[in-house]
């Protein structure tokens, strides 16, 4: 298991290195200069915009700024910020607590709906339940989130007056006061998300279920006289999970990614933000350090899903 | 004329005749009045005034929280580093300026004592040098004190190129030297008639203290722990920086005004779209101020029906231009396009230009498009006043605008189009990605073809259009297109910046990587002549003069065809009193701003 993991690990480092050459020589070719609002300013001469260019080494050849980038990144240096002028970490850092609340919490909210939902329903296959299930995912999932959040605002915000729709990290007050306007500013962003993944995840959810609560052993199960609940929990659901573990893990680098258009309707401080403000502006070593992180996010959650199947499933052996 | 009656009233004011303010009303009268007035009158001989206070309060502090909304939130908090307008407003909060600019274009002092006349014996009579007398007793937030130490240094600071600040081009020509503690005196190279550019203003006027930053001058200047912890002399303490989301400050007890600041506690939250933001001032009442609001009028006028806030607007000097080519963006030589050795085939034929002057609706852009934040103009130059020019009309038709053509022998051929010695009257019209922008190129290409000439529209991502990116060939430096469009805000009351690129020697070529800031390449001698001769005048009536017909010179050339003369919008909570001008950022006055009850 544990020589497993390893080799996994090590296998990681050249893709990840793959993913750092791609990710940076597109960034370098991408259209832009970081500091072009400087171009439109009558007050900043030229060669300003050229001593700048000059410091942050971006008149080198693309090769060298890699090479650069990554002996730093291997010292634990994430790049520094040119529209900031911080280092990036201290950004990222500063971002991930919104990330991981708003994003966090839709995601809880999505299995919390998706799992008991798509079990029921697949319990009973073509029932009432099933077919109001089967609609509201349809339409879940067909609504993409700009279109809901900006029609949630519209409701609850504008015509109703019940919750913000501008999201602050600076709330006055503190203890449970605190907690409370936390949570009521969560709610609209938490819903838009949760619902969305929720839809597409109780879809995946019942047809795992349906695969799987046909199969003979199930039917032994019954036989032995089992009540239908451990029938369903025990024996149907730890099968079942399989793929949906998979679906939960690669979705959980989205975590710390943040929902871009979410986070930008809701102005959100998070990740997602960051990411989308920093491309706009061109600052390349943010957008590098966020891809890159994802990057590496998405081989450890693979990893550690395939160490979950191990364990939901000890046919599967990992060798 | 005009020169002769403004000396004879220059000559009231000083001997008492007349008072200032029928002073301005008189330039008004007569088409003169200006941001710029009072500098006349300093000029004149007559000590500058600052404009009358509309501050009521009589207590510091008690107004609560204020919240102000940036859609695009500063990223940073040096006002040496600030690229862009949001990160000086930003720093404006906590740096302050020796003087700022007040709604009319009035100076206003912050942390100078008095405004520099030839009376009180601040400015030299041949325009080299202005002597500033700084406030006594003011504190940084630290409380250390704040001296002449603290200016001559942010000279030091910004003129130093390893620096990098983007404030040099303000600092590196002139001299800066203390005088005694509380008195400085900066030395032009030449006769300098605008003076009220270093210190003044939040654009490249903020000074950061000394004691801080002294460290951290030249090359290491991005290592310096202040560059987030601004520690100024503003009325607002430093609390808290997250880069494009939040600005938090809260109320400086020792704040040198009297009975300033009203507000407890100051938010500045950045992010999100212009749309939204507006509706979270005037629609909800989230939030008590959103900057740079440039929404379609219907939508402001559909929300003010909420009765939460309304849109204020501000007028300063930005103009909307389209600019026609004046070489050929379809011939390469020596490996450039739109190169100087070329001649436009379309436009250096002079009834083309005038044919598309009179292709742009103004009138329906202002209506369809811009509303209460544009007027219509047929000036390049639209302020200050004293500089507008009067010589100048527009119209729109499109019979006389055929009829020109036709006069000069460009006929529809069988497609509708119309061409003479066989070049066909084919335009391509770039502007950056802009919901206006595009409404306005539709409305263009429309009459156009009404006209037979055919408009070919493109609009290029903004971060693309505005770049300085050498191997992008979409850039507006670069200009492969016959036509484009855009704005160049101008940041100061005063035309000399602003009428200066379009000198010849400023052409964009390949050979100074397209950095020249003459985008038009239009090279005119007699142009050049007034620019250099404006630029040592220190009659500030010939000045003026001056820079009108520099003006009349590209409007009659049809270098540039003026679109709309846009003004600041700002969405504003009914019960807040905030002062904005157009010649400054938002928050430059910012410490007069309180609410009604």
């Known amino acids: 298991m544990s020589q497993y993991v390893l080799r996994r690990f090590l296998i990681a480092i050249p893709s990840l290195l793959g993913i750092s050459v791609v990710l940076f020589v597109v960034l ?146 503190t203890g449970i006061l605190w907690v409370l306007e936390m949570i009521r500013q969560a709610i609209m962003p938490v819903a838009v998300l949760g619902l969305f993944q929720a839809a597409s995840m109780t879809r995946f959810v019942r047809s795992a279920m349906l695969d799987v609560i046909r199969l003979d052993y199930v039917t032994t199960a019954r036989a032995k006289g089992l009540g239908q609940a451990k029938v369903i929990v025990k024996h149907v659901m730890r099968n079942a999970m399989i793929p949906v573990v998979t679906l939960i893990a690669l979705q959980m680098p989205a975590v710390f990614g943040g929902a871009i258009v979410t986070e930008q309707i809701f102005r959100i401080p998070g990740i997602g933000s960051l990411l989308i403000s920093s491309i706009l502006s061109n600052d390349t070593p943010v957008v590098m350090a966020v891809t890159f992180v994802f990057a590496c996010l998405v081989v450890l959650f693979n990893l550690i899903a395939d160490v979950l199947y191990g364990w939901l499933d000890p046919r599967i052996s990992l060798r | 004329m005009l020169d002769k009656k403004l000396r004879s009233m220059i000559g009231d004011v000083k001997d008492g005749r007349m008072d200032r303010r029928a002073f301005i009303q008189r330039m008004a009268a007569v088409g003169l009045t200006a941001p710029l007035a009072y500098q006349i009158l300093a000029l004149g001989g007559v000590a500058m005034a600052e404009g009358p206070s509309t501050y009521k309060p009589t207590k510091r502090g008690g107004g609560g929280a204020l919240k102000l909304l940036w859609w695009q939130g500063p990223t940073l908090l040096n006002p040496h580093f600030a690229t862009g307008t949001k990160d000086q407003d930003g720093s404006r909060l906590f740096y302050e300026p020796l003087a700022c600019w007040d709604p009319d274009g009035n100076m206003k002092l912050v ?88 210190f003044v203003g939040a654009a490249a006027g903020q000074i950061i203290p000394k004691h801080l930053f002294n460290d951290y001058k030249g090359a290491k200047s991005r290592e310096a722990p202040n560059n987030l912890l601004p520690i100024g002399t503003g009325p607002y303490k430093f609390l808290e920086f997250k880069p494009g989301d939040l600005v938090r400050g809260e109320l400086n007890p020792d704040y040198h005004m009297p009975n300033r600041p009203y507000f407890d506690t100051l938010e500045m939250k950045g992010g999100g779209d212009a749309v939204s933001a507006a509706r979270a001032v005037i629609q909800t009442g989230e939030y008590d101020f959103g900057y740079n609001i440039q929404v379609e009028d ?227 001698k007699d142009y050049d002549a007034i620019i250099e001769a404006a630029e040592g005048e220190m009659d500030p009536v010939k000045r003026a003069a001056l820079y009108i017909k520099a003006n009349d010179l590209l409007i009659q050339e049809v270098v540039f065809i003026p679109v709309q003369h846009r003004l600041k919008v700002e969405a504003v909570a009914n019960n807040l009193q905030c002062v904005i001008s157009g010649w400054a950022n938002e928050t430059d006055n910012l410490f007069d701003w309180y609410r009604e009850a």
Not at chain 1, 88 to 107: E, M, W
Not at chain 1, 142 to 149: K, R, Y
Not at chain 2, 129 to 135: A, D, G, H, I, Q
Request: glycine share 6%.
């Open chain 1, 28 to 173: 370098a070719l991408a259209p832009g200069d970081p500091f072009s609002e400087l171009a439109t300013n009558p007050n900043v001469p030229p060669e300003v915009q050229a001593a700048l260019r000059a410091k942050f080494g971006l008149d080198d050849p693309i090769y060298l700024r890699y090479l650069h980038w990554l002996n730093a990144m291997l010292h634990g240096d994430w790049g520094f910020s040119f529209v900031s002028r911080m280092d990036v970490d201290q950004l990222i850092l500063q971002r991930l607590p919104a990330t991981l609340y708003v994003i966090g919490s839709a995601q809880i909210l999505a299995l919390l709906i998706a799992i008991p939902v798509g079990v029921y329903a697949a319990t009973k296959p073509y029932s009432l339940f099933d077919q109001v299930a089967n609609t509201l995912a349809f339409v879940g999932f067909s609504l993409p989130t700009f279109f809901t959040g900006i029609l949630f605002i519209l409701v609850f915000s504008i015509t109703l007056d019940w919750l913000p729709f501008v999201y602050t990290t600076n709330i006055k007050g």
């Open chain 2, 111 to 198: 942390l100078a004592a008095e405004i520099p006349s030839i009376q009180n014996g601040g400015l030299a009579a041949d325009g080299k040098s202005v002597t500033w007398k700084l406030k006594p007793g003011v504190k940084w937030h630290d409380g250390k004190p704040f001296t002449a130490d603290d200016v001559v240094f942010n000279w030091e600071y910004a003129k130093d190129p390893a620096t990098a600040a983007v404030s040099i081009a303000v600092y590196r020509d002139i001299t800066v030297e203390k005088v005694d503690d509380l008195t400085v005196r900066i030395l032009f190279p030449k006769p300098t008639p605008f003076w009220a550019d270093a």
């Open chain 2, 298 to 524: 219907d939508v402001l006028l559909r929300l003010e029906k909420g009765g939460k806030g309304k849109a204020v607007y501000a007028v300063g000097g930005d103009t909307e231009f389209i600019v026609l080519n004046s070489t050929d963006p379809n011939t390469e030589v020596d490996g450039e396009r739109s190169s100087m050795k070329t001649k436009h085939p379309l436009f250096s034929d002079p009834a083309v230009r005038k044919a598309l002057s009179m292709l742009v609706d103004r009138e329906s852009v202002k209506k369809a498009i811009y509303g209460r934040a544009g007027r219509t103009t047929a000036n390049f130059l639209n302020g200050p006043e004293k500089f507008v020019s009067k010589n100048n009309t527009w119209e729109f038709s499109i019979e006389k605008a055929s009829k020109i053509l036709d006069d000069a022998g460009w006929k529809p051929g069988a497609d509708g189009i119309r061409e003479k010695d066989g070049k066909k009257l084919k335009l391509l019209y770039q502007t950056s990605i802009n919901g206006p922008r595009q409404k306005t190129q539709a409305i263009v290409k429309q009459a156009c073809q009404k006209a037979g000439i055919d408009v070919e529209l493109k609009s290029v991502v903004a971060s693309v259009f505005f770049s300085s990116d050498v191997g992008n060939p979409d850039t507006y430096p670069k200009f492969y297109a016959d036509m484009e469009m855009f704005q160049i805000p101008m940041s100061q009351p005063d035309p000399a910046q602003h009428m200066r690129r379009y000198i010849s020697s400023n052409v964009a070529t390949k050979e100074n990587k397209w950095q020249g800031p003459n985008f038009t390449r239009w090279a005119n």
